[in-house]
């Protein structure tokens, strides 16, 4: 069983940054597609942003394309997100998910593995 935990969350202004981490263990995340969601309160949960499992294509909702970065580092076992010039609307909890195919997948069902979330606040 693959957990996930992310970190790096928090309070901050907007235009300012911050870098999410996906921790992952009982799993190397060499193996799966990994991808960033986010759930502001009262809507639903929608992709943010994906890395495919070998080729490290990238794919990202049009709404953070250009201020928002994914990466992942085998080695260390780990994705991040790299979010710059945040806006308020990027005010949200922050998922991170695994999923066992090839492609930087959009598609929540796709997932298979989800860790807990990590609050992100964008204060205007």
Request: charged share 20%; proline share 2%; hydrophobic share 40%.
């Amino acid at each position: 069983q693959v957990k996930l935990v992310e970190s790096g969350g928090g309070l901050v202004q907007a235009g300012d940054s911050l870098r999410l981490s996906c921790a992952a263990s009982g799993g190397t995340i060499s193996s799966f597609a990994m991808g960033w969601f986010r759930q502001a309160p009262g809507k639903e949960r929608e992709f943010v942003a994906a890395i495919a499992r070998g080729f490290r294509f990238t794919r990202y909702a049009d709404s953070v394309k250009g201020r928002f970065t994914i990466s992942r580092d085998n080695a260390k076992n780990t994705v991040y997100l790299q979010m710059n010039s945040l806006k308020p609307e990027d005010t949200a909890v922050y998922y991170c998910a695994a999923d066992r195919e090839f492609v930087a997948n959009p598609a929540l069902a796709e997932y298979h593995y989800w860790g807990q979330g990590t609050q992100v606040t964008v204060s205007s």
